[in-house]
């Protein structure tokens, strides 16, 4: 637990003074401990959690005014640009970023859980095959917690480690068998030769028609850029769904389904899938500046913009941009969705109506155009948010469960009817 700083806030209710102890963090603003508000009767009220830290955490930092990202102190473009994803997973699991021999040890591991129990393949078949491949991803892996609970203890912290090394590894099987079952293809094996990127491209696009499917490099790195830029976000929806979810002592695969039903809102990582239909709706350069007086009346909503925290600029969308052009340069792509996107930004970022707001291109502005570059179909943009944010998830659940936790329960300010008596 964080020192409280010996500063206090004096708080006035009913004429009654109480002082609420201040904790300071490593970084970021103070905190007003407000546990004893309830000693007076009093609940505090803060929809949206726009001002209430919700746990205290070592793993991800955000200054949104900064335009500041980091996981366990580093920077997300130095970590996008100068270490794998599996690496960055590693740093967010277990707070700093691996030896050699550790990195070659973390591969292994992970290498060796990629497979899922064969009955899980079954599962598949139960879903339509026009169905959302999120809403296959919320099934499969909420159905790993009928694989992993008898003999799962969460008190122990080798069964909490190998069951995040588990989340890590298989959550590219199942996001790419979910793409498989609606095309109607058969579910393509993991290969251990293969980098982490390079296995979850081979499993999307291999066939067993085509034995020597070669994954193009330039999409490989692209894609662990991808899966590092999302790998973590501290305190979102979604990893504020999972920390809840397991704040009961829930199942710790159930409790990342429910991180991804979270995510799958198009205010949250629903928002890639949601630019590229918003891309094909405005259709043409030319209907930009009608699109944006829609905006403006507040009717459509410019997915890929705005953010809860970031008020600057999105540390992620920067890198995102760069890995964006690099693709599409290498990949000869003049894609003319993108010179529209480029229209969209440039307008936004001049006109008063979206400086006033603060309304910036998010990570989830780039993100669709490349993925889409890479052939992912849009559909599964959201399923690979999802999977980079996999360890994201079970590295706030791991943390949460490494010391002592609360259920968590908000209170409420109810305003409906009053105590009344059924008159018949
Ligand atoms: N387009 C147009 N106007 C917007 C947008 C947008 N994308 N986002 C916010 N605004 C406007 C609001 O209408 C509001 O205007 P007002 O002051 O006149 O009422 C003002 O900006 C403030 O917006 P809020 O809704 O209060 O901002 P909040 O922090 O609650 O919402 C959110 C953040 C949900 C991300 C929002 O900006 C949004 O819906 N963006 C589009 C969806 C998107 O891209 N989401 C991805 C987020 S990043 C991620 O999850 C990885």
Known sequence: MSEATGKKAVLELDGKKIELPIYSGTLGPDVVDVKDVLASGHFTFDPGFMATAS?????????????????????????????????????????????????????????????????VSRFYNGFRRDAHPMAIMVGVVGALSAFYHNNLDIEDVNH??????????KIPTLAA??????????????????????????????TPADRDYKVNPVLAKAMDRIFTLHADHEQNASTSTVRLAGSTGANPYACIAAGISALWGPAHGGA??????????????????????????????????????????????????????EVLAALGINDPQLQLAMELERIALSDPYFV????????????????????????????IFALA????????????????????????????????????
């Open 55 to 119: 746990c205290e955490s070592k793993i991800t930092f955000i200054d949104g005014d900064k335009g500041i990202l980091l996981h366990r102190g580093y920077p997300i473009d130095q970590l996008a640009t100068q270490a794998s994803y599996l690496e960055t997973c590693y740093l967010l699991l277990n707070g700093e970023l691996p030896t050699a021999a550790q990195k070659a040890d973390f591969e292994v591991k992970v290498s060796q859980h990629t497979m899922v129990h064969d009955q």
């Open 389 to 424: 944010r996999t360890v994201g998830w079970i590295s706030h659940w791991l943390e949460m469960h490494s010391g002592p936790y609360k259920i968590g329960r908000p209170r409420q300010l109810y305003t409906g009817e009053t105590q009344r008596d059924i008159k018949r």
């Open 160 to 169: 909490r480690e190998i069951t995040a090394i588990r989340l890590v590894a």
């Open 272 to 325: 890639n899938e949601a630019v590229l239909k918003m891309l094909d709706e405005i259709g043409s350069v030319d209907n930009v500046a009608e699109f944006m007086e829609k905006v403006k009346r507040k009717e459509v909503k410019l997915m890929g913009f705005g953010h809860r925290v970031y008020k600057n600029f999105d540390p992620r969308a920067k890198v995102m941009k760069q890995t964006c052009d």
């Open 356 to 383: 006033e707001r603060k309304l910036y291109p998010n990570v989830d502005f780039y993100s669709g155009i490349i993925l889409k570059a890479i052939g992912i179909p849009t559909e599964m943009f959201t399923v």
């Open 177 to 206: 068998w979910s793409y498989k079952y609606t095309v109607g293809q058969p579910f393509v094996y993991p290969r251990n030769d293969l980098s982490y990127a390079e296995n979850f491209l081979y499993m999307m696009f291999a």
